[in-house]
């Protein structure tokens, strides 16, 4: 196993976290000591990527130092290490997530893994699969229901299935202030619904859905249901098997790992049934020059030589994580998420998307300025040293349906202090007031 | 308040960001060519309609109007405006070597000084080359009035 340094943050501080032990945490994370334009770096984009600990960048380098050979073939030592740190990684990510090993398969990010579920699908409506996928076969008048709230990621791949397949592309609209309208569910989800597909919590609106309720809805109907945690794998305890989803996709760098990993979790039964998406190497069992038969998941789905390196990173991202402790940095988030609206709310010609102060959020907040376009609010927040995201997120549908092209949204993780959210409240502070709008 | 920030966002270019010179798709002088072409920064979701004509009445190589609609951050609104005024009445040669000029100044990451001779009020710009992110804001209107007048140009030649 990989000699790694241990986080410096102490195994599970007992109480909440505070701005005592984020301080301790910040110095982990080289890139938090950085300046920028004069100024301490306050990072406020961990909603976009998160910044990497020590732990995870030493994981990578101990990796390609010691270990670095293709994995699941070739007898020598080094290819039987790497096949083994791989492995393990895969043990730890799938119990972050309550998953079997067998249930998490490794992808580039959450957008691959939806996309790596739609062409399973679409394969299948193409007669690939056989008897077994017959339940992932689409047909005209079939429906995919996603809701307006979703990312790019989690839209455009339905609706370029639904082209393929000739199902119907729905979805549950979102009312003036953003939140799901539930008392439509039962229009939208109906017997021809054969997936729903949607956020657990929302990048822009920072709101957690009712996955419980949306899951029974979907479950009468017989429908599929996928789950977007890139926003709530990184940032709270998720457990798959309590949500009862069918799929669930999250991305590596938005948790203190490097890019270039994400992963798909799915019920084995369904990813043992249904046909591959990335065919070639390492995912078959016996080959002709006619016909080849494939291998059981999670290997089903992982054609090719593999992201190693990134998946042992990731490993080390989620132990840091659960060092720390999924429910505390929830907690602290949550804190720093109302902290940053109640702050917002107070200053003038100021418009925050979604449920106001005193409503449930994850620590993040997208506003509007009254007269000032998000990407000089963003070249105004960079020029003292604040990193935020200015743009529609990879939401236009949800910006268009709230009235607004873009929108500036700062977004917090477990290092994030109270001083950074302060500083960044005060430079939104003389925003309008630089640009000489009143 | 770092100076780059107060080079990027002069004085005339919040004012220009506000009064919006040329917005509004107007209506093009009878006969006239006229060319018209949409931009648009994917990353941001600035966007820009422009209408450019040129007097169809032996002066072909005149603009006898430029307006435009759109909405953005305020160096893509802001250039617009000051282009609109500029362009207006310009030989279309002349235009053209200004809208390289300006991208040259645009692309130079802040190592050509801009020329208040030739850009005029466009040079209040040069901040602008600091920052390549904004370098597309600065330069979506220019663009579109480039794609106008080929539009309208191809039309002249029929």
Redesign the interface.
């Known amino acids: 196993m990989p000699v790694v340094s241990t986080p410096t943050t102490l195994k599970h501080s007992v109480g909440a976290i505070d701005n005592t032990e984020v301080l301790r945490i910040r110095n982990d994370f080289p890139i938090l000591n950085r300046e920028v334009?004069?100024h301490p770096l306050v990072y406020l984009d961990s909603g976009a990527t998160s910044q990497n600990p020590l732990s995870v960048i030493e994981a990578e380098q101990e990796y390609y130092e010691q270990r670095n050979a293709a994995v699941h073939r070739g007898a020598h030592s080094l290819a039987v290490e790497a096949t083994d740190v791989y492995e393990a990684a895969r043990e730890t990510v799938s119990g972050f997530i309550g998953a079997r090993t067998n249930e998490l398969v490794w992808t580039s990010n959450a957008t691959e893994a939806i996309n790596l579920i739609t062409y399973a699908f679409s394969n299948a409506t193409a007669g690939r699969g056989g008897e077994e996928a017959e339940p992932f076969v689409l047909k005209q008048g079939d429906e995919i229901v996603v809701t307006e709230m979703e990312h790019h990621a989690n839209l455009i791949p339905w609706q370029e299935l639904a082209f393929r397949t000739g199902a119907t592309l729905t979805y549950l609209p979102v009312d003036d202030d953003g939140a799901l309208q539930l008392e439509h569910a039962n229009t939208v989800i109906t017997p021809q619904t054969k997936i729903l597909a949607f956020t657990h919590a929302s990048n822009v609106l920072g709101t957690i859905n009712p996955v419980e309720t949306l899951v029974t809805m979907a479950r009468e109907v017989g429908a599929f249901v996928v789950l977007d945690a890139c926003q709530s794998v990184p940032h709270l305890p998720v457990d798959v098997k309590a949500l009862d989803v069918d799929f669930a996709v999250f991305s590596g760098h938005k948790m203190l790992a490097p890019t270039g990993i994400g992963a798909l979790y799915g019920k084995a039964e369904l990813l043992n049934a249904m046909p591959p998406f990335l065919t070639g190497g390492s995912m078959i069992t016996t080959v002709t020059m006619e016909h080849a038969a494939y291998l059981p998941s999670p290997t089903r789905f992982e054609a090719g030589t593999q992201r190693i390196s990134q998946a042992v990173a990731l490993a080390a991202a989620v132990n840091y994580l659960q060092e720390t402790g999924m429910d505390r940095i929830h907690a602290w988030e949550v804190e720093l998420g109302q902290r940053l609206v109640t702050g917002l709310e107070q200053i003038d010609g100021i418009r925050v998307l979604g449920p106001g102060a005193g409503s449930e959020r994850i620590g993040l907040a997208a506003f509007d300025v009254d007269g000032?376009?998000?990407?000089?609010v963003g070249?105004?927040l960079d020029?003292k040293g604040i990193a935020v995201r200015?743009?529609?997120h990879c939401a236009?549908p949800l910006h268009r349906r709230l009235g607004l092209?873009?929108t500036t949204r700062a977004s917090t993780y477990l290092y994030s202090t109270t001083d950074d959210v302060d500083a960044f409240l005060e430079a939104v502070a003389g925003v309008r007031p630089?640009?000489?709008v009143k | 308040m770092s100076s780059e920030l107060q080079q990027l966002y002069q004085q005339i270019i919040l004012e220009h960001a506000k009064l919006r010179h040329g917005a509004g798709l107007a209506e093009t002088p009878e006969g006239d060519k006229v060319g018209e072409s949409h931009m648009l920064n994917p990353t941001c979701g600035d966007e820009i309609t422009l209408r450019a004509a040129v007097h169809a009445d032996g002066q072909e190589r005149t603009l006898s109007s430029i307006s435009w609609d759109g909405q953005g951050c305020s160096i893509s609104m802001a250039s617009a405006s000051v282009l609109s005024d500029m362009a207006l009445s310009m030989e279309r040669d002349e235009l053209m070597k200004l809208v390289d000029q300006f991208r040259e100044v645009m692309r130079s990451r802040g190592s050509l000084e801009a020329d208040e001779e030739i850009l005029g009020d466009a040079a209040a710009f040069s901040g602008v080359s600091k920052y390549p992110a904004r370098v597309k804001c600065a330069m979506l209107a220019w663009v579109a009035l480039e794609e106008a007048l080929l539009a309208a140009n191809s039309r002249i030649q029929k």
């Open positions: 334009n004069g000032v376009h998000a990407h000089d070249q105004f020029d200015v743009g529609h236009q092209i873009a630089f640009f000489g």
